[in-house]
């Protein structure tokens, strides 16, 4: 009873000293560097708790060599402080990568206009975290099970003969490692960006999130797309804001041959200079084709983004609209016809006397 006593008692006073070292350390040297960086800061603001455990940690691990405990107690003791102080090492690591991707990321803005350089670096950063915080997690599990004598001589002896367990481990891991390489390929290459507009599968939308193993797409009318990270590097998609979010809308009109394009041409101009819309840069009114019975017009306006893009072309499609009813209604589609009357006495009697008119066109 006497060894376990002496034994709380080296622990208590253990956890005590921690505790006063703590103190000392926080109100003196932690707080003259934190004081001179925007990064220490944030840091042992949020790993208060994880530093002050490993500290504990390290004076029970002191403790453990004082206190009165027999050499498989002693063993088994530091073994659990051993796994203890790698979570923690572990938690404060993955704390000091966000806190390092935030403050790198508090200089770039993606709620502006021109936000290309911010959607780089803000996808760049965050592929990046998310596959460094993995990372971080498989090395401290990693060094928690080598301190298993039995694991890692398993592990070792697996690594080494590459046996057909590492076959089906390797296989039964394919698409999770898949799907890791293609996040550290996309963080490099960049096919894809946060708030990028694209078109998957028949969707259009903007990238909301990118995770580690997939893509959500916000879709037009508030939907989610969820997408394997893999498909971007395997499958064909299109990019609207790949290298600069300027897009070219088109509106296709068809109308009668009497229209008259020049009029048309100058009700479209006034119709997108007056718009807010319109960036100034781009249009055009165009006879792309004539068919049976239409004729084919484009008219091409340029705005700053897909949304105002789409925007300027119902404006143009009603604003058009109107003006053919009220000044051109001669140009809006229609049918001919023509109206023969059969010469034939017997059949055009007969039919008259039905009231029918034989019609041919």
């Known amino acids: 009873m006497t060894r376990w006593t002496d034994t709380a008692l080296i622990f208590v006073a253990a956890v005590a000293l921690s505790w006063l070292g703590w103190m000392l350390i926080d ?13 220490w800061r944030p840091l042992l603001a949020r790993s208060r708790g994880p530093v002050q455990l490993a500290l504990i940690i390290a004076a029970l691990s002191i403790a453990t060599r004082i206190a009165p405990l027999t050499v498989e107690e002693t063993a088994t003791l530091r073994h659990v402080l051993l796994l203890c102080f790698i979570a923690c090492m572990t938690l404060v690591a993955r704390t000091a990568l966000q806190i390092w991707v935030a403050l790198h990321l508090r200089r770039f803005r993606i709620d502006v206009e021109d936000n290309l350089l911010a ?63 293609a996040g550290i390929q996309l963080a490099i290459t960049q096919p894809i960006r946060i708030d990028d507009a694209v078109i998957v599968e028949g969707e259009w939308g ?17 939907r989610r797309l969820i997408v394997p990270l893999s498909y971007f590097m395997d499958q064909p998609f299109q990019n609207w804001t790949r290298a600069d979010a300027t897009l070219i809308g088109v509106v296709m009109l068809y109308v009668d041959y009497a229209v008259s394009i020049p009029d048309l041409r100058l009700e479209a101009e006034r119709i997108v200079r007056a718009s ?3 960036d100034r840069d781009v249009f055009a009114l165009q006879v792309t084709d004539f068919r049976e019975t239409v004729t084919e017009v484009r008219i091409l306006a340029s705005a700053r983004n897909a949304g105002r893009a789409f925007d300027l072309r119902c404006e143009i499609r009603e604003h058009l609209l109107a003006y053919l009813q009220t000044d051109q209604p001669h140009a809006m589609p229609r049918h001919r016809g023509s109206i023969q009357m059969d010469d034939r006495p017997d059949r055009s009697a007969g039919l008259a006397d039905k009231g029918i008119i034989e019609v041919k066109g």
């Open 206 to 222: 903007n990238v909301e999130e990118i995770g580690g193993t997939y893509v959500v797409i916000r879709i037009w009318d508030k």
């Open 276 to 278: 807010p819309l319109w």
């Open 27 to 39: 109100r003196l040297l932690l707080r003259l560097i934190a004081q001179r960086s925007d990064f």
């Open 119 to 181: 959607r780089k670096h803000v996808t760049q950063s965050r592929i990046l975290q998310q596959v460094g915080s993995l990372l971080i997690v498989a090395v401290g599990i990693s060094a928690a099970l080598m301190s298993f004598d039995s694991v890692r001589q398993y592990g070792v002896s697996l690594l080494a003969s590459a046996g057909a367990a590492g076959l089906v481990v390797g296989l039964a891991l394919q698409p999770v490692l898949r799907n890791l390489f």
